[in-house]
């Protein structure tokens, strides 16, 4: 009987088939939001590129924004962050409620309050359809579907399986969060994904997609364009001035249209600053054109209602993603291993091999990314033959702003095949100030991989070399990478750059 017991339970966790779940709803609810978001957005830059702006995105990839794909593999990045987050807390509570407090009612209710405090919460500064029906549809499913799959407690010898199988993810947890500072991304992303070709593909699927769901949840201040129109100003030197100023920040008069992010509407001596049919902000046209960019943000901070929406999507690819992909990495293993062990042997063995994983990863990484290098050593660490301390020598010369080209190894870095050592040998050509490094790091804008190609228009920006203009300009319009076109935008708004109606 003891052997039927062991044998008879499910070769696939419960935890992976109610995470599993829960991704999927998140999946087909972000394609969704991100897909009305594209649509959104082209129907903005439609009205933009009517009025004669320049577009970003431009010509080529504006098409895209009306195709499922990308709001398919957009949408990936709310099913990776919230969806990975309520998932994992949903599952969580039906764990506590079963085993914990035996279903008790009061509990429960508990967490329906919880719950529903969640969503309030995360209407608080105006209702966002698309964000609540997460917290709408994730937890009651994934919740329903755990308390469903959930087998039996294993008896009286529970707690000392459950610490088996807890101490390797505690262990990663904490070795993991102990790393997490400002470089954390920068380095994980040069360490551990573009010094592989698997690495250097998901880095390049991310850049390529990331975009379109950033814009499903941007504050109007985070928006690179926004739109606006203007109505009842009287008197034409104040329209012109006003427009002016908004064309400063980025907004652009597109004509009457009510879905603009703006309209600025003159009420007797008051200007009346409207977002989506709401009055959000009244100035007279005095205190507006003496402080615009005050006016501006706060009008953007009061019509922002997506903050706390991005508060969990960030805190959920934080903390939510990486448990997740180590309970379902867990699963497979465990599955694998069922072919030829017992359940519980299998389940031991997969624990082992999440942490030596979770180990080998991160031995490395701290390796690589704890370079501390002297600047009297900066020649020699130049011309290693380590692509890591070279890195890392590039970073110490950016960070001190010293001049790149006075060092030997100069030349050779240009032809680098590491695109980490072109990324930072790109900001670090962004602080140089000698004339001859113009043209070098102009080349960039060539460089076959898009990080590298957005540090290059980011260094140009940088340098305040208005010859630079034009050749961003002529890059933007021929690109077709999303990323480096916002790039850019940002270097040619350094530069004093300002749009015009070109027609």
């Not at 009987?1 to 995470?19: D, G």
């Not at 998140?26 to 590129?49: C, E, G």
């Not at 969640?118 to 608080?124: E, M, T, Y």
């Not at 031995?363 to 501390?372: C, E």
Request: positive net charge.
């Amino acid at each position: 009987m003891r052997k039927h017991s062991v044998h008879s339970e499910n070769r696939f966790p419960y935890t992976a088939k109610a995470l599993l779940l829960g991704l999927l709803v998140a999946q087909i609810i972000a394609t969704i939001q991100v897909y009305l978001s594209n649509l959104d957005l082209y129907r903005s830059l439609s009205a933009i590129q009517a009025a004669g702006y320049l577009t970003i995105p431009n010509k080529r990839i504006m098409p895209n924004l009306q195709d499922f794909g990308p709001a398919f593999f957009g949408g990936l990045f709310f099913t990776f962050s919230l969806g990975a987050g309520l998932s994992l807390l949903s599952l969580a509570a039906a764990w506590v409620w079963h085993r914990l407090f035996s279903r008790s009612r009061s509990v429960l209710i508990v967490l329906l309050l919880i719950w529903l405090g969640s969503v309030v919460l995360l209407n608080i500064r105006g209702f966002s359809f698309g964000a609540t029906c997460y917290f709408f549809a994730i937890p009651p499913v994934v919740f329903l579907a755990a308390l469903r799959w959930m087998p039996q407690p294993p008896g009286q010898r529970m707690w000392v399986r459950g610490m088996v199988h807890t101490i390797p993810v505690v262990v990663l947890a904490l070795l993991w969060t102990s790393q997490i500072d400002s470089r954390f991304f920068v380095d994980f992303r040069d360490v551990l994904l573009l010094s592989n070709p698997v690495g250097t593909k998901i880095n390049d699927f991310y850049y390529d997609y990331t975009l379109f769901p950033a814009e499903v949840f941007k504050s109007l201040e985070q928006k690179l364009l926004k739109t606006c129109t203007l109505q009842n100003l009287e008197k034409e030197p104040l329209l012109t001035r006003v427009e002016r100023e908004l064309l400063n920040y980025d907004y652009l008069p597109v004509g009457t249209n009510d879905a603009v992010d703006l309209k600025v509407v003159q009420n007797g001596k008051m200007l009346a600053f409207n977002h989506r049919k709401r009055t959000i902000l009244q100035t007279t046209p005095a205190d507006f054109l003496s402080h615009p960019g005050a006016a501006l943000h706060k009008f953007a901070a009061k019509s922002d209602k997506q903050g706390v929406f991005r508060l969990l999507t960030f805190r959920s690819l934080l903390i939510g993603l990486p448990f997740v992909l180590y309970l379902l990495f867990h699963a497979l293993i465990r599955l694998l291993c069922c072919f030829f062990l017992d359940v519980r042997t299998s389940s031991l063995i997969a624990s082992v091999l999440c942490l030596i994983v979770g180990l080998c990863i991160l031995i490395p990484f701290l390796y690589m990314r704890g370079t501390d290098i002297e600047l009297k050593d900066i020649p020699q660490t130049l011309a290693s033959e380590s692509w890591q301390q070279r890195v890392a020598a590039l970073r110490i010369i950016e960070q001190k702003g010293l001049e790149i080209s006075s060092f030997q190894p100069y030349p050779r870095l240009l032809k680098s095949p590491h695109i980490a050592v072109r990324y930072w040998l790109v900001r670090a050509l962004a602080v140089s100030r000698r004339p001859q490094t113009y043209r070098d790091l102009l080349a960039f804008l060539d460089d076959p991989h898009p990080n590298v190609v957005s540090m290059a228009f980011y260094g140009l920006g940088q340098r305040g070399d208005w010859r630079a203009v034009s050749e961003i300009l002529t890059k933007i319009k021929t690109s077709d990478h999303w990323y480096n076109q916002w790039y850019g935008y940002k270097a040619l708004r350094a530069l004093g750059w300002k749009q015009k109606k070109s027609q």
